[in-house]
C-alpha cells in the first residue's frame, strides 16, 4: 500500500516514526550487504597478480569512492597500488616510498575502509589513531582526511597541543579518528578521564622512522601500553628503517614490508634535479643572498640547522630587500603563527621561507620550485625528506646542497643512500659579498646583532656537537672569517660541555615527557617534541662561560628584540643554551616571579633615565646600583641647557622651525636684513671702541708725564681747569663707555680729580 491510497481512503497512514525506522533498518540491511560484498571482493584480490591502475579498481565503498572522485583523485600511485590491497586484508604494513609519492592516501583510504567495514558508529569512540611527528604534517593528514572523507558520517579530530588540555579532552571522547602528535596523545591517555582507547581498530605512524627515532621512543613506547594488542599497524616513511626492535616494539604482527622504490636508480624523485655547491662558511651567506637576487620569480625553502640560524637569516635579508616576500618557520614560533605562515607560503606564487627541519618531513607545500640546503643536513635520510619538499607528485624542481669544502664527506653519504648529485659553481660574475652591509645592519641594530651572535653560537654549536666527524669538523671552521661573514664586529666565545650529544640535546625535550611530567606539545628547533619542563635555578648547573656569555649580551637587548622575539617568546630555554634571556617584566621593571618572591635571584630591570635600562641579575650588578660613577657609564652622555626668563630648559642651539622662518618673509632678503643689522652694530661698537682706546691713551700719556714732572720736583699744573677737563672728560668716557668707562677712563679721572683738587 502506497501513502497516497491510504490518503484517499481518509484512513491514517503509518506512524512517521515506523517510516524513519523502518528506512534505518532497511539502510542498515543494505549496508550490511553491501559490507559482506566488499569483504568478499578484498578476499578475492589477489595483491601479486591484480591490475589495479584507478582507485575505481579497487574495492571501496562509495562514501570512499565519492570523497576521491570529489578530490579529483583518480589514478593510484605506485605505493598506493602496492599498500592499499594488503592493508584492506587486514594486514599490519611496513611502507616506504620516495617522498611526495602519495603516501598520505594509502594509509588514509585503508582507515576509512577498516571503520566503514566494522559498522563503525559515534558510541564505538575511538577507531583509529593517526601519529605524525609534527604539527604542521599532522594538520595537512587531518586536511586530506576531511577531503577523502566527507561523505562518511564519522568523527575526526586533530590532537596536537596548542588548546587547553581540557578544551581537547572534552572533545576527544566523541572522536572516531585522531590525527595527533606523539607527546600531546600521550598527555590525553594520562590525564583524561575517561578517554577509552579499547576498542582502537588501527594505529598509523606516518614518517614512522622519525618518530621511533630516539626523541620520540619513550614517548611512543607509553603510548602503544595504552593501545589494545588486536590492532591493525602501518607505518609509512620516505626512509624506512626495518630495526626489529621498532618492529617488536610496536607488535607489528607479520609485516608485510611494501618498499616500492627499492629497486629504483635513486633514493629520490626522478624529476628532481640535484646540485650542490662548495662555498666556504664564511661565504655562505654572500652564495644565499646572491642565489635569492637571481631566483625572484621562483618558491624557494631554504633550510637552516637551527631556529636561531633562521632568525637571522630572516631579520637581515629582510633589511636588505632582495625583492621576493620573505616568511621563516621554525618550531619555537607559536602555533597560530606557524599555520599562518604555512598556509601564506602555501598559497605564494613568490616567495622564499626560511626554514628548520621543523617542514623537513611530509608537509606538502605546492609547487615548490627549488630547496636550497644553506647548512649540510645531519645526515642522509634529513637531506632525502629535505630536497622531497619539492618535485612532488609528478612535478618538477631542483634542490642545492651549500656545503663547505670540509663537509664534502657528505657526498659520500648521499651516493650510499643513491642520492643523484652533481657539482655546480656559482658564476664568477654573480658573486657579491655582503658582509659589508650585514657590518653596517649588525652596527646599526644591537638586536641584529644579538640575533647575529645567538646565531654564531648555535650554528658552531650544532657542527662541535654533530657524531658524524667525518662531515663537521669543528676545529677546521674560520670562526673569525664566520663571525666577520654574519656582520658581527668580534667572533663571540664558544665553549662546549663534553659529552654533549646533537640529536640528545634535540630530543632531551621529548625524552624529558616520558617521565609524564606536565608539559605540552612543542618542537624544538629541529622536529615535534615536546617544550620541556624549565630546569629549576638550582638543578641547572651553568658553567662560568654561560655567566658570562649572559652578561656580554644583555645591554644589547632591547624592546625592539622583545618584540622581535613576540610569538618566539619561549625563546632560550629552549637548547640549554648559553645565552638564556628569558624577561618577563611587569609595570614596574621587576622580573614578575623575582618579584613575585621579593628575591632579586632572578634578572631585573632598572630604568636608568633617558631610556635606557640595565638588567640586574648578578651581584656585581646589584652593587653597580649603589655607586653613581660607576652607573653613569650605563647612563646616555648628559646634554647642555640653557634656562630662559621663565625657568624653562632649552637646547644651547635651538633652530627655528621651518614654517615659522618662512613666514616671515623671502630667504634672501631676510639674509640681507640680518647682514645689514649686524654690520650697524659692529660700526657702532667700532665707533665707541675707538673713542674709548684714544681717551685711554690720551690719560695714559698724562699720568706719565704727571710721574715726570714729580720726579723733577715740580708741582702739578693746569689747576682747576686743567683738572676740570680731565674729570669732565672721565665723565663723558664714563657716560659713553657704561662698564668700560667705570673700570678704566673713570678710576683715572678720579684720581686725576684728587690730584688736581687742592688740598
Ligand atoms: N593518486 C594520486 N593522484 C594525484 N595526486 C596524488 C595522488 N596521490 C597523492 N597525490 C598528491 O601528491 C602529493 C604528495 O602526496 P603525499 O603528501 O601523500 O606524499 P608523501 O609520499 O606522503 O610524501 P612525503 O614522503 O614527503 O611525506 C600531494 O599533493 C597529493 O595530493
Known amino acids: 500500500m502506497t501513502a497516497g491510497s491510504s490518503k484517499k481512503s481518509g484512513a491514517k497512514g503509518p506512524k512517521p516514526t515506523h517510516a524513519k525506522t523502518e528506512a534505518r533498518t532497511l539502510k542498515r540491511k543494505r549496508d550490511q550487504e553491501d559490507v559482506e560484498k566488499l569483504r568478499k571482493a578484498t578476499d578475492e584480490l589477489d595483491t601479486k597478480t591484480a591490475d589495479l591502475k584507478n582507485f575505481t579498481d579497487l574495492p571501496l565503498c562509495e562514501a570512499t569512492a565519492a570523497g576521491l572522485r570529489a578530490s579529483h583523485f583518480e589514478v593510484l600511485t605506485d605505493v598506493q597500488r602496492a599498500a592499499i590491497p594488503l592493508a584492506l586484508k587486514g594486514k599490519d604494513i611496513l611502507g616506504a616510498a620516495k617522498t611526495g609519492s602519495g603516501k598520505t592516501l594509502a594509509f588514509l583510504i585503508p582507515v576509512l575502509e577498516k571503520l566503514y567495514r566494522e559498522r563503525w558508529t559515534e558510541f564505538d569512540g575511538l577507531g583509529a589513531l593517526i601519529i605524525s611527528p609534527t604539527r604542521e604534517l599532522a594538520v595537512q593528514i587531518f586536511e586530506v582526511l576531511r577531503k577523502i572523507g566527507r561523505k562518511h558520517a564519522f568523527s575526526a579530530g586533530l590532537v596536537i597541543g596548542g588548546k587547553s588540555l581540557r578544551e581537547e579532552a572534552e572533545r576527544l571522547g566523541r572522536m572516531n579518528i585522531l590525527v595527533c602528535t606523539p607527546g600531546r596523545m600521550l598527555q590525553h591517555l594520562d590525564q583524561t578521564a575517561g578517554f577509552d582507547v579499547d576498542n ?252 647575529g651572535q645567538k646565531a654564531f653560537i648555535s650554528y658552531t654549536r650544532s657542527v662541535y656537537l654533530q657524531k658524524d666527524k667525518s662531515v663537521f669538523q669543528f676545529k677546521k671552521l674560520d670562526l673569525d672569517g664566520f663571525a666577520a661573514s654574519l656582520g658581527l664586529p668580534g667572533t663571540p666565545q664558544v665553549k662546549f660541555q663534553k659529552g654533549e650529544d646533537v640529536k640528545r640535546l634535540k630530543n632531551a625535550s621529548r625524552e624529558a615527557m616520558s617521565s609524564g611530567s606536565e608539559m605540552d606539545e612543542d618542537e624544538s628547533d629541529g622536529e615535534g617534541g615536546i617544550k620541556k619542563k624549565p630546569a629549576s635555578k638550582k638543578d641547572e648547573v651553568r658553567t662560568k662561560y654561560q655567566k658570562m656569555a649572559e652578561r656580554q649580551n644583555q645591554d644589547v637587548l632591547s624592546l625592539h628584540y622583545r618584540k622581535l622575539l613576540g610569538d618566539d617568546g619561549a625563546d632560550d630555554n629552549d637548547d640549554e643554551d648559553f645565552l638564556s634571556v628569558k624577561r618577563v617584566l611587569n609595570d614596574d621593571g621587576l622580573d614578575a616571579a623575582a618579584a613575585g618572591t621579593g628575591q632579586s635571584a632572578l634578572p631585573r630591570v632598572v630604568k636608568l633615565g633617558n631610556n635606557s635600562e640595565l638588567v640586574i641579575d648578578s651581584n656585581r650588578r646589584e652593587k653597580l646600583l649603589r655607586s653613581k660613577k660607576k652607573l653613569a657609564k650605563y647612563m646616555d652622555k648628559p646634554s647642555k641647557l640653557v634656562f630662559d626668563d621663565d625657568g624653562i630648559a632649552h637646547a644651547i642651539y635651538e633652530l627655528q622651525d621651518e614654517d615659522g622662518f618662512r613666514g616671515e618673509g623671502p630667504a634672501e632678503q631676510l639674509r640681507r636684513e640680518f647682514v645689514e643689522h649686524e654690520a650697524t652694530k659692529v660700526r657702532e661698537a667700532d665707533v665707541g671702541d675707538k673713542e674709548l682706546a684714544k681717551q685711554r691713551r690720551k690719560e695714559k700719556r698724562e699720568r706719565q708725564k704727571a710721574r715726570e714732572r714729580e720726579e723733577m720736583g715740580l708741582a702739578p699744573t693746569g689747576g682747576g681747569g686743567g683738572g676740570g677737563s680731565a674729570g669732565a672728560a672721565a665723565v663723558a668716557a664714563d657716560a659713553r663707555g657704561g662698564e668700560r668707562g667705570r673700570g678704566g677712563g673713570g678710576r683715572a679721572a678720579q684720581e686725576e680729580g684728587q690730584e688736581v683738587v687742592p688740598g
Request: glycine share 4%; proline share 4%; aromatic share 8%.
Open 200 to 451: 582502537l581498530q588501527m594505529l598509523v605512524l606516518d614518517e614512522a622512522d622519525r618518530i621511533m627515532d630516539m626523541g620520540f621512543q619513550l614517548a611512543v613506547d607509553a603510548l602503544v601500553e595504552h593501545l589494545p594488542k588486536n590492532r591493525q599497524t602501518l607505518l609509512f616513511s620516505a626512509t624506512q628503517s626495518k630495526r626489529v626492535s621498532d618492529l617488536a616494539r610496536l607488535s607489528l604482527k607479520d609485516p608485510e614490508y611494501v618498499s616500492v622504490h627499492e629497486e629504483a636508480v635513486s633514493a629520490t624523485p626522478t624529476n628532481l634535479q640535484q646540485h650542490y655547491i662548495v662555498t666556504p662558511l664564511t661565504e655562505k651567506l654572500d652564495t644565499l643572498w646572491g642565489f635569492l637576487r637571481t631566483n625572484l620569480k621562483s618558491k624557494i625553502i631554504v633550510f637552516l640547522s637551527s631556529g636561531k640560524q633562521v632568525r637571522f637569516v630572516f631579520e637581515s635579508f629582510k633589511r636588505m630587500q632582495p625583492g621576493i616576500p620573505l616568511l621563516h618557520l621554525h618550531g619555537r614560533q607559536k602555533q597560530v603563527a606557524r599555520l599562518e605562515i604555512t598556509s601564506r607560503f602555501s598559497s605564494a606564487k613568490y616567495a622564499c621561507l626560511f626554514a628548520t627541519d621543523v617542514v623537513a618531513r611530509g608537509v606538502d607545500f605546492p609547487a615548490v620550485d627549488w630547496v636550497i640546503q644553506a647548512d649540510c643536513p645531519e645526515d642522509a635520510d634529513t637531506y632525502i625528506h629535505r630536497v622531497g619538499r619539492t618535485a612532488r607528485y609528478e612535478s618538477k624542481g631542483r634542490a642545492v646542497l651549500f656545503l663547505d669544502p670540509g663537509e664534502e664527506g657528505f657526498l659520500k653519504h648521499l651516493e650510499h643512500k643513491k642520492v643523484p648529485i652533481q657539482r655546480v659553481n656559482v658564476r664568477d660574475k654573480k658573486k657579491a659579498s655582503i658582509k659589508a652591509e650585514l657590518q653596517s645592519q649588525c652596527f646599526q641594530s644591537p638586536d641584529l646583532k644579538y640575533l
